[in-house]
């Protein structure tokens, strides 16, 4: 068991994959990993607002992730993801392509030096951590739900 004053030097995260691009997000900013649930498409909104769902209960808005930042939505939504974020009480789900799972990396080897990744990504993306020549980009979740883009769904 890692000692109490190690556990601060840690940052656990999810992998996740979008555009094509392996990316990590903050563990506490995803709340739950679902395979996509049946959802019901709702008119006048964006191309890449796949819906909203039920899930346990509550009202679950579904975003294509791939779709809202590259523009072009993703081929089989139905194999994908949904990764469940809370912001400020507001659940969304986002559809990515692939989860891989937790990650844990050192704080050192957290890192402000970007390698290079898709342009349409570069807004949520702020630091990385490099481990075994392999970078993963850190994707906020906090820059997208706030980002003016995606707060205006509608069309």
């Given at each position: 068991m890692p000692s109490v004053d190690g556990a601060k030097?840690?940052?656990n995260g999810i992998g996740f994959s979008v555009a094509g691009v392996e990316l990590l997000s903050k563990m506490g900013d995803v709340i739950e990993i679902l395979d996509p649930p049946p959802f019901t498409k709702v008119p006048g909104v964006k191309p890449w607002v796949v819906g909203i769902a039920n899930v346990r209960g509550g009202l679950l808005p579904l975003v294509d992730l791939n779709g809202f930042v590259t523009g072009e939505p993703l081929t089989n939504r139905s194999s994908g993801r949904v990764m469940v974020v809370n912001h400020n009480g507001v659940l969304t789900g986002?559809?990515?392509e692939e989860?891989?799972?937790?990650?844990?990396?050192?704080l050192l080897e957290q890192t402000y030096e970007l390698p290079e990744i898709n342009n349409s990504l570069k807004p949520y993306v702020k630091q990385a951590f490099q481990?075994?020549?392999?970078?993963?980009?850190v994707?906020?979740?906090?820059?997208?739900?706030?980002d003016e883009r995606f707060l205006h769904a509608s069309l």
């Open positions: 030097d840690d940052w986002l559809i990515v989860v891989f799972g937790m990650r844990h990396f050192s481990k075994d020549n392999n970078y993963w980009p994707f906020s979740m906090h820059a997208l739900v706030e």
